[in-house]
């Protein structure tokens, strides 16, 4: 006869139907023993869906208030007592803004939002607009629980518009009514015109949007979605064409340069990115790719003909024992103690030191040196993740980028 322990063996190994089928006073009992392991607990927690026993309720709730208990045992009891009411004036309560515990406060505003809570809309709002997936889940969930709960325009009224994050959920809701969000293109932030542009799923209207477009940027919106929803090329290069070529200058970033990153990261780039770097890499001819083997293997005949003994190229991701990027590392001297840079998005090479001997080998073996001033030259308005930021990035970082 099976029971929780061999029903939960170990953390992932879970067996969900013989749960659901357990007896749910015996569920709650484990659900709230602080002897048990904690996902033995969530698994125990998640069978009690639709069936909590009602004599281990004042238990449950308790457990959900108990800041020294596991927060994830906790989170999942908020989702699963969405229902009580009795809950909402802890919830309010000032203390729950010091919840320090990793994702509590998403927790507790999306349930202040099932429950119906209009006063957490506006907190609602900035998670939605966080650029963290579980946050913005949590966030967007809490705001649909008040629209369910109240309608639209009550929760609009709690908005008041000011803030990106409140222009963001009320396209999100407008969207979610039917309504035309093409006005949103022209937002003056570019991750509320970005979401405006991502709702958008008629190529007609689009078409529409752009012959009206009241700004440049509106009209980059616009021509960024059509291009997503057809991939015609050339009505985008139309657009690009009609409006002069609009692009991001930056001082100091040459062409070459600025081909190789436009065309590395203007495709990827974050929601706050300004639009003309995304239609740029679209409208644009993006540069040869190089060679790398025969990059690799002329930097270290270059090395070695200095007389600076280099050690055989690794990738950035193998040197660094993890992750992945856009350049190859190569140790050279006694000991292999110095390092020069071979990026794989061009002739673009570099180091920390900013070592004459490696530069005057390289550049004299065709490659173009990057030093400490045309590195730190900031890429503006292009937003690229990196260690969790996703504000615009130098030239060196750029070039010789790791993310692990």
Not at 17 to 41: E, H, I, K, N, T
Not at 191 to 208: F, T
Not at 240 to 252: H, N, Q, T
Not at 323 to 352: N, Q
């Amino acid at each position: 006869m099976p029971n929780i322990e061999t029903l939960t063996p170990a953390a992932g190994r879970n067996d969900a139907a013989g749960l659901r089928a357990y007896d749910a006073d015996l569920l709650a009992r484990c659900a709230v023993d602080r002897a048990q392991p904690w996902w033995r607990r969530t698994a125990c927690v998640d069978a009690l869906t639709g069936r909590v026993p009602r004599a281990r309720a004042d238990e449950l709730l308790a457990c959900v208030r108990d800041a020294e208990d596991s927060a994830t045992v906790r989170k999942a009891l908020l989702g699963l007592l969405s229902d009580r009411v009795e809950l909402l004036p802890w919830l309010r309560h000032e203390d729950r803004q010091r919840e320090g515990a990793y994702g509590m406060s998403e927790a507790i505003l999306q349930a202040r939002g099932v429950l119906g809570d209009r006063t957490a809309a506006a907190e609602l709002a900035t998670l939605a607009f966080s650029p963290w997936r579980s946050r913005r889940a949590a966030g967007e969930a809490g705001l649909d629980a008040l629209v369910d709960r109240h309608g639209v325009e009550a929760v609009l009224c709690e908005l008041g518009g000011g803030r990106p994050e409140d222009r963001a959920a009320i396209v999100c809701m407008r969207d979610r009514a039917g309504e035309d969000v093409t006005d949103a293109l022209a937002d003056p932030d570019p991750q509320v015109a970005h979401l405006a542009q991502s709702l958008l799923a008629d190529p007609d209207q689009i078409r529409a949007c752009l012959a009206g477009a009241p700004t440049a940027d509106a009209a980059l919106w616009a021509a960024y979605a059509l291009h997503r929803m057809t991939d015609d090329v050339a009505q985008t290069r139309a657009v690009y064409e009609a409006l002069g070529r609009p692009r991001v200058e930056v001082d100091g970033l040459d062409e070459e340069l600025r081909r190789a990153i436009v065309h590395e990261y203007g495709h990827t780039c974050e929601k706050q990115s300004d639009p003309r770097w995304r239609i740029e890499a679209l409208c644009t001819e993006p540069p040869p790719p190089p060679d790398q083997e025969r990059q690799l293997a002329l930097a270290t005949a270059a090395l070695t003909a200095a007389g600076l003994a280099p050690r055989t190229p690794v990738s950035c991701g193998e040197a660094n024992q993890q992750g992945d990027g856009t350049y190859h590392v190569i140790g050279y001297g006694e000991g292999g103690g110095s390092e020069v840079f071979i990026s794989t998005l061009g002739r673009f090479a570099g180091d920390h030191e900013d070592d004459p001997a490696a530069r005057a080998a390289l550049e004299a073996a065709g490659f173009r040196w990057i030093d400490g001033a045309t590195g730190s030259i900031r890429v503006t308005g292009l937003g690229v993740y990196y260690f969790g930021s996703r504000d615009p990035l130098s030239v060196d970082t750029l070039l010789f980028y790791w993310q692990d």
